[in-house]
T-cell receptor, first 113, second 112 residues
Framework: DAGVIQSPRHEVTEMGQEVTLRCKPISGHNSLFWYRQTMMRGLELLIY????????DSGMPEDRFSAKMPNASFSTLKIQPSEPRDSAVYFC???????????FGPGTRLTVL | GESVGLHLPTLSVQEGDNSIINCAYS??????FIWYKQESGKGPQFIIDIRSNMDKRQGQRVTVLLNKTVKHLSLQIAATQPGDSAVYFC???????????FGKGTHLIIQP
């Protein structure tokens, strides 16, 4: 199994630009999670989906952030417009619904200049 | 919301020694706890988990202890190896398929 796949691995953009992060969960997993990691705040849950439906988006910092899961094998996290304080590593994780063990992808390192 | 926190940001141990990483949690409703290992440039990797109806669980070279009375969780690593060097996170969940609440992490350094 390829594990959770994220793209791009690195993204450098300028303030004000739109950023789209992508995630492909492990095949068969029906829960998907987006996390953000910074030195100051550690790992924070942004949003998660069960069976493609957003369940809890209370961790999404602002309206500039949005996430979608159009099908069971793909999810996006979009930031528009991006700001320097959005610079972080964004992780996607997936699990089987009802199972707590989450499998993390390699992350996308985002730098907003 | 409530969060899980770690006591020590850095722990340095000699290769071959046992290490203990501690974690305090505040959410009394949490019923599932998990330890992750994160190496530089990689995503967190599952180590071991435990449910609130257990006090102890053992894996290969790792043991997790849960003390619900004082809301304390620990990870014991036996006979540490250079490959154990990483940041270790504890996390908790209310169960089901909820998202995890992570602590800040402890950086474990293995000295030769």
């Amino acid at each position: 199994d390829a594990g959770v796949i994220q793209s791009p691995r690195h993204e450098v953009t300028e303030m004000g630009q739109e950023v789209t992060l992508r995630c492909k969960p492990i095949s068969g997993h029906n829960s998907l999670f987006w996390y953000r990691q910074t030195m100051m705040r550690g790992l924070e849950l942004l949003i998660y989906f069960n069976n493609n439906v957003p369940i809890d988006d209370s961790g999404m910092p602002e309206d500039r952030f949005s996430a979608k899961m159009p099908n069971a094998s793909f999810s996006t996290l979009k930031i528009q417009p991006s700001e320097p304080r959005d610079s972080a590593v964004y992780f996607c994780a997936s699990s089987l619904w009802g199972r707590n063990e989450q499998f993390f992808g390699p992350g996308t390192r985002l730098t907003v200049l | 919301g409530e969060s899980v926190g770690l006591h020590l940001p850095t722990l340095s141990v000699q290769e071959g020694d046992n290490s203990i990483i501690n974690c305090a949690y505040s959410n009394s409703a949490s019923d599932y706890f998990i330890w992750y290992k994160q190496e530089s440039g990689k995503g967190p990797q599952f180590i071991i988990d435990i449910r609130s109806n257990m006090d102890k669980r053992q894996g290969q070279r790792v043991t997790v202890l849960l003390n619900k009375t004082v809301k304390h969780l620990s990870l014991q690593i036996a006979a540490t190896q250079p490959g154990d060097s990483a940041v270790y996170f504890c996390a908790d969940s209310g169960g089901g398929a909820d998202g995890l609440t992570f602590g800040k992490g402890t950086h474990l350094i293995i000295q030769p």
